[in-house]
């Protein structure tokens, strides 16, 4: 596994601080700087950013680690961690979609239930895809995509209805509900602010567990004695951060056959990790 880090860093502080051929311009203002992790410069861009933050500003505005895999480590993998892409800028509740937040943990806001069923304006859903997922972590799938894993037997997912705002049910559209028994995240895995700053303050951490911390920062570790032997899994705790229609999500986990599936049928907008039993 190769691991890389893009940052996104204002060009007036890039241009001071850093060599003027290291990344590209994003229009005049912003400069995109991609590295592997094992090079020096992401430490100094880490150490940049905590002097400035000392000062109320930040160095980098934006930053992501992409995990790139060999087919024989995607092959070899007891289970996969899926990530849909891109995450829509909208979700549910905007369209009436409703949740129990008085359910939720008091104290990270974790685990409100669904209530109704997801009404969405399905129109903001290109027609070419399978898969997508809200700003809420709120799963769509296709009724193609429903009739493949009926047909293939996959275990652990149900599929509910989903209406469009105005309240009419959708047959192309489902939402996907996991029904398999979640599995706990454990360590080594790392969650935090960013590879900088792994939020020792505990802003962005429920002390009851439910809520790891705001972002992921590495691959994921799951119980393997939790894992039921079902096709697709969410993982107990959640990761992220309540607040508005931002709701901490749980990580969904899938199995090599499934992943094959999705790739023999050439099913897109997503991206798979290693996650790793232990």
Same mark, same amino acid.
């Given at each position: 596994m190769r691991e890389t880090i893009e940052f996104r860093i204002p060009e007036e502080e890039a241009a001071t601080h850093l060599e003027p051929t290291l990344g590209i311009r994003l229009g005049d203002s912003v400069r995109k700087v991609v590295l592997p992790m094992t090079d020096g410069r992401v430490q100094l861009i880490g150490e940049l950013d905590r002097e400035f933050r000392k000062r109320g500003r930040v160095f980098f505005t934006h930053c992501h680690i992409f995990r790139h895999y060999t087919q024989k480590e995607l092959a070899s993998a007891e289970l996969l961690h899926l990530l849909i892409t891109p995450v829509m800028t909208t979700c549910g509740e905007l369209f009436g979609t409703e949740y129990d937040d008085a359910s939720a943990c008091p104290r990270c806001g974790a685990g409100a239930p669904q209530m109704t069923e997801l009404r969405f304006d399905l129109r903001r859903i290109s027609k070419n895809k399978e898969l997508a997922q809200t700003l809420a972590g709120e799963v769509l799938v296709s009724s193609r995509l429903v009739e493949l894993f009926r047909e293939h037997g996959i275990t652990g997912a149900a599929f509910l209805p989903v209406r469009h705002k105005t309240g009419k049910v959708q047959p192309h559209w489902y939402q996907l509900s996991v029904t398999s028994k979640? !599995?706990?995240? !454990?360590?080594?895995? =790392? !969650?935090?602010?960013?590879?900088?700053? =792994?939020?020792?303050r505990g802003r962005f951490r429920c002390p009851q567990g439910h809520l790891l911390g705001l972002n992921r920062l590495s691959e994921l570790w799951v119980a393997r004695a939790g894992h039921d032997g079902s096709d697709i899994v969410q993982t107990r705790q959640h990761i992220g951060v309540r607040r508005g229609v931002l709701r901490p999500e749980q990580q969904l986990l899938i199995s090599p056959r499934l992943y094959q599936l999705l790739r023999e049928q050439r099913i897109r907008r997503f991206e798979v990790e290693v996650a790793h039993p232990a």
């Open positions: 979640p !599995v706990d995240i !454990v360590p080594p895995t =790392l !969650v935090g602010d960013t590879p900088f700053d =792994l939020d020792e």
